[in-house]
């Protein structure tokens, strides 16, 4: 029940292009799902977050797209950018359980100039 | 300190010693966590600490892992009799208290059991 899934394992764009990352968890008792970026190296960095009483929120050019009823939710890259390649996880926490997260098992994009 | 800091950065150590990781939360940190991350896979909890007291420790492997954090501020992540499979990326992570979504995460500390 702690489990978060993620997909693609790997994602390769142009340019400009828009990666798309999705995942889907199970324990409905998670009240934050946030999104890390780590590059090579070094520990994940977040980069944007979602509640489960809100669909989507954008940040820059990251937007999340949250769908509680299907337990699903996902990142969007907008306009990619050749810096934007590194690996991404979703993840999943619970405030009352001291915020730990479960993370999704991570895809790594690659924008291609 | 402005984020995060483990020590060392990259350990190597051969199969049934002991190792200490260091990690150095940002100050007024009450929140500290500890991950592992093994190659291609996404960090796994082991062990959080608020304040001096761990709160939960349900990731820890088994017993031969072992964390403190006296002060309430410097934590050691200590592992007896390494084995191989120890190999990974240790991150730590620290936050103004349990509970509060701002995680910050270290570099990690990689390391290898030869």
């Known amino acids: 029940q702690q489990q978060v899934k993620q997909s693609p394992q790997s994602l390769i764009v142009q340019k400009g292009g828009i990666p798309i990352i999705n995942c889907a968890y199970e324990?409905?008792?998670?009240?934050?799902f946030p999104w890390y970026q780590q590059f090579p190296g070094k520990g994940p960095a977040l980069l944007i977050a979602?509640?489960?009483?809100?669909s989507e929120k954008k940040e820059g050019r990251f937007t999340i797209s949250f769908n509680k009823s299907a337990k699903q939710f996902s990142l969007h890259i907008m306009d990619s950018q050749p810096g934007d390649s590194a690996t991404y996880f979703c993840?999943?926490?619970?405030?009352?359980?001291?915020?730990?997260?479960?993370f999704g098992g991570g895809t790594r994009v690659l924008v291609k100039p | 300190g402005a984020g995060v800091s483990q020590t060392p950065s990259n350990k190597v150590t051969e199969k049934g010693k002991y190792v200490e990781l260091r990690c150095d939360p940002i100050?007024?940190?009450?929140?500290l966590y500890w991950y592992r991350q093994s190659l291609g896979q996404g960090p796994e909890f082991l062990i959080y600490?608020?304040?001096?007291?761990?709160?939960?420790d349900s990731g820890l492997p088994n017993d031969r892992f072992f964390a403190v954090r006296p002060e309430g501020s410097v934590s050691t992540l200590k592992i007896q009799r390494t084995e191989r499979g120890d190999s990974a990326v240790y991150l730590c992570?620290?936050?103004?208290?349990?509970?509060?979504?701002?995680?910050?995460f270290g570099s990690g500390t990689r390391l290898t059991v030869v």
């Open positions: 992570a620290s936050s103004k208290f349990a509970g509060d979504y701002g995680y910050t």
């Open positions: 324990n409905t008792a998670f009240d934050y």
């Open positions: 979602i509640r489960p009483d809100v």
């Open positions: 993840a999943a926490s619970m405030k009352a359980a001291g915020n730990k997260l479960t």
């Open positions: 100050s007024g940190h009450t929140a």
């Open positions: 600490f608020q304040g001096t007291g761990a709160a939960d």
